[in-house]
């Protein structure tokens, strides 16, 4: 490879963790919203339904078509898919209950977590700036839990075990990036989530277990009922954005170094504010403040370090 062409394909994963980032922060919104009148696993299904026909119709116009379907890593794939569902349950049940700049803040870890895991499971180069700026982000994390001031949310640990296995996640599209491709990645997690949102809404969908004033307990075992007609943007919201923003980030992860890419998904972070501030009316407290610095600082001083070496290379 060419020093343009790896230029242009940096350049490329980069805009891809740009905009996969700030495309999934409306799903994290849209989720939120629904979290108060509707079970987990009957969004996930619907959310999932809408993202598989906008995969199957993406890979109809682009590519070899349904063809990239066909794979040879099974196993690859459905542990990359049991990551990404772990991750998924136990972050939107913890947003059900935090604040979403709170939320997003500990989920943000994760491009931390990707730096670790880049050196043990890809033996990718991590330098001693890299690892403090990880120190960093770390300190930030354990003041957003705040375990000293008896006030550590179960929902607050629901998200930061999210960020462990969002990175895990990351750490299986690098290792079959050279067989599959982006939307393969994404079309068999989509289908993996039907797949156990239904059984889920079979088993608990009467919502005979309800009753839990626990906001991420009754977002978990609440009944189905059918959505009004007002909240049907929320739901395409959230299917498209999470099929859209998917897509983004697992061609970043495909086209560059997991510890290059983790940084630049901290573009959500201004925007959880942003919404949080306009949609939901939360302002974050001066504890989460001095959180959102510290991991927020880590990543751009991880991404300041990057732009720095690769220019002098």
């Known amino acids: 490879m060419t020093v343009d062409t790896a230029s242009r394909t940096t350049l490329l994963g980069i805009l891809a963790a740009l905009g996969g980032s700030a495309t999934l922060?409306?799903?994290?919104?849209?989720?939120k919203s629904l979290s108060g009148d509707y079970a987990l696993h009957q969004v996930i299904l619907t959310r999932s339904a809408i993202s598989l026909l906008f995969l199957l119709g993406f890979m109809a116009l682009t590519g070899s078509g349904l063809r990239q379907l066909r794979t040879t890593r099974p196993r690859g794939h459905l542990l990359r898919v049991c990551f990404v569902m772990l991750s998924n349950i136990t972050y939107f049940l913890g947003l059900a209950a935090l604040p979403l700049a709170d939320a997003v803040a500990i989920a943000f870890v994760s491009p931390l977590v990707v730096t670790m895991l880049s050196t043990l499971v890809l033996g990718e180069r991590v330098g001693p700036r890299r690892w403090a700026a990880v120190v960093a982000g770390m300190l930030g994390v354990i003041v957003m839990l705040r375990p000293g001031a008896g006030s550590?949310?179960?929902?607050?640990v629901l998200v930061f075990i999210s960020a462990f296995t969002y990175a895990s996640t990351h750490m299986m599209t690098r290792r079959m990036k050279d067989t599959e491709s982006a939307a393969t990645l994404n079309f068999y997690v989509q289908l993996g989530f039907i797949l156990v949102s239904s059984t889920m809404g079979l088993m608990v969908g009467d919502g005979h277990l309800a009753g839990s004033e626990h906001p991420s307990v009754a977002f978990l075992f609440r009944a189905w009922v059918w959505p009004p007609v007002a909240d049907w943007p929320a739901f395409l919201a959230t299917g498209l954005s999470v099929a859209i923003g998917g897509l983004m980030v697992s061609q970043a992860y495909r086209l560059c170094?997991?510890?290059?890419?983790a940084p630049f998904e901290y573009a959500a972070m201004p925007l959880a504010i942003v919404w949080g501030v306009v949609i939901f009316h939360q302002w974050p407290d001066a504890t989460a403040w001095i959180g959102i610095a510290l991991i927020c600082g880590a990543g751009l001083y991880t991404l300041w370090r990057e732009t720095i070496t690769r220019t002098r290379a």
């Open 152 to 156: 550590l949310q179960p929902a607050a």
């Open 257 to 261: 170094e997991a510890a290059l890419v």
């Open 25 to 31: 922060s409306i799903n994290d919104v849209a989720i």
